[in-house]
């Protein structure tokens, strides 16, 4: 079985990240969304993020938009009230396509280097300026 993946956002960018990612690699069970929607508050996404994975155990990892934004702080909170999983910000669809290959191939996730790389400036790739070490 797939480990589940949660990603979380302001708005609806994390239903929307979901959706873009399955026009790649299909649809994905194993992956929900919970937006922290203008009208909420931290209570309310704490109870919304609660009961989206309440069937899931220990047996997740969150991907959250933004450190230090809502979802992440929430999150933050429920760790360090002892709840096991892991949470990693900063969110991107290379990362998600990543952990979806990871899964996949029954490889170790390396979700955190395939986001970090695939942020680059084009215009200096594609005229050779690039100061990358690649």
């Known amino acids: 079985m797939m480990k589940k993946l949660v990603l979380v956002s ?31 508050g931290q209570e309310d996404f704490s109870k919304k ?3 989206a994975v309440s069937s899931f155990g220990n047996d997740f990892i969150v991907f959250a938009d933004i450190l230090g934004g809502t979802p992440a702080n929430v999150l933050s909170k429920l760790l360090m009230e002892g709840r096991k999983f ?4 900063g969110m991107n669809m290379p990362m998600v396509v990543s952990f979806i290959n990871s899964m996949l191939i029954n490889s170790a996730p390396k979700f ?12 200096d790739r594609l005229s050779g300026d690039s100061d990358d070490e690649d």
């Open 86 to 89: 892991d949470v990693y910000t």
């Open 10 to 40: 302001h708005g609806n960018f994390c239903v929307e990240l979901k959706k873009s990612t399955e026009m790649i690699m299909g649809e994905q069970e194993d992956i929900i969304a919970v937006p922290l929607l203008p009208e909420e």
């Open 49 to 51: 993020f609660e009961a």
């Open 112 to 123: 955190l280097d395939d986001g970090k790389e695939s942020i680059l400036y084009l215009n």
